[in-house]
């Protein structure tokens, strides 16, 4: 009778707890993995994607059994808890990047070609060199209501008339581009023309730039255009840049 009693009062490991933590762990790893391998070059775009929702899946299924696992350890004689709680944490790490990325998308236009001219965007020349076929085309035939889906989404993003001369703006548009970290591939006074690419800092994905100058009697008329070399939509970050930049040229101060 002392035996069986001993027997009834052990106390067992939730599986689900256990199970939490080798998931959240696997979905860690792989998120880990693919980001250092895209930005170290081993790793493509589309593998690099795939990577990422492997893992944020598998933390999502660490969530999930990270909660089964805390609500069966309040039970008594079911251990386990601290399991639960760590792999709930970690999947939730692993899968928050996907599902914020997925979110973002959701509110806006999937579109990464973004222009102030939209009846004549600036044109890439020194760059195309340094693209490669893999890149997302340049030719702004992709969706085929590019225009539409800016407009809608983005209506105050237009040429910006900047009250001072070609030279003194392209030096100021020069001076932030070099602030900001961008690698310039071709920068023209004279044409009133720059070409530069924005490297994101995590994934190392490449946006690429052109800025272009025109006189406009005493003053200047500026366009930007960003395009992202891979992904079909850029959750909204070249409008942003395009805006942060022709905000910060507006006011710039010498």
Same mark, same amino acid.
């Given at each position: 009778?002392?035996?069986?009693?001993?027997?009834?009062?052990?106390?067992?490991?939730?599986?689900?707890?256990?199970?939490?933590?080798?998931?959240?762990?696997?979905?860690?790893?792989?998120?880990?993995? +693919?980001?250092?391998?895209?930005?170290?070059?081993?790793? *493509?775009?589309?593998?690099?994607?795939?990577?990422?929702?492997?893992?944020?899946?598998?933390?999502?299924? +660490?969530?999930?059994?990270?909660?089964?696992?805390?609500?069966?350890?309040?039970?008594?004689?079911?251990?386990?808890?601290?399991?639960?709680?760590?792999?709930?944490?970690?999947?939730?790490?692993?899968?928050?990047?996907?599902?914020?990325?997925?979110?973002?998308?959701?509110?806006?236009?999937?579109?990464? *070609?973004?222009?102030?001219?939209?009846?004549?965007?600036?044109?890439?020349?020194?760059?195309? +060199?340094?693209?490669? *076929?893999?890149?997302?085309?340049?030719?702004?035939?992709?969706?085929?209501?590019?225009?539409?889906?800016?407009?809608?989404?983005?209506?105050?993003?237009?040429?910006?008339?900047?009250?001072?001369?070609?030279?003194?703006?392209?030096?100021?548009?020069?001076?932030?581009?070099? +602030?900001?970290?961008?690698?310039?591939?071709?920068?023209?006074?004279?044409?009133?023309?720059?070409?530069?690419?924005?490297?994101?800092?995590?994934?190392?994905?490449?946006?690429?730039?052109?800025?272009?100058?025109?006189?406009?009697?005493?003053?200047?008329?500026?366009?930007?255009?960003?395009?992202?070399?891979?992904?079909?939509? *850029?959750?909204?970050?070249?409008?942003?840049?395009?805006?942060?930049?022709?905000?910060?040229?507006?006011?710039?101060?010498?």
């Amino acid at each position: 009778m002392a035996h069986n009693t001993h027997l009834n009062s052990t106390v067992k490991p939730s599986r689900a707890a256990h199970w939490s933590l080798r998931l959240a762990l696997t979905g860690a790893v792989l998120v880990l993995f +693919a980001v250092f391998a895209h930005r170290l070059d081993l790793m *493509d775009f589309n593998l690099a994607m795939l990577g990422l929702v492997g893992g944020a899946v598998l933390g999502l299924l +660490a969530l999930l059994a990270g909660f089964i696992g805390i609500v069966m350890t309040r039970k008594p004689k079911i251990s386990g808890r601290r399991f639960a709680w760590v792999g709930l944490i970690l999947g939730l790490i692993a899968a928050s990047p996907v599902v914020t990325t997925i979110y973002t998308a959701s509110n806006v236009p999937p579109i990464h *070609d973004i222009s102030t001219d939209l009846q004549n965007p600036p044109i890439f020349k020194a760059i195309l +060199a340094v693209r490669t *076929d893999s890149n997302n085309p340049l030719d702004r035939q992709n969706p085929p209501n590019l225009v539409a889906l800016q407009q809608a989404a983005y209506p105050n993003l237009t040429s910006v008339l900047i009250n001072q001369n070609s030279d003194q703006v392209f030096n100021h548009a020069h001076a932030l581009v070099t +602030a900001r970290s961008w690698e310039i591939v071709t920068a023209s006074a004279s044409d009133g023309h720059i070409e530069a690419t924005a490297t994101t800092p995590i994934m190392r994905f490449k946006d690429d730039v052109v800025i272009r100058i025109r006189d406009e009697e005493n003053s200047s008329i500026v366009d930007i255009r960003s395009v992202s070399r891979v992904g079909k939509s *850029d959750l909204g970050a070249n409008a942003a840049r395009i805006e942060a930049f022709l905000a910060d040229l507006k006011d710039y101060k010498q």
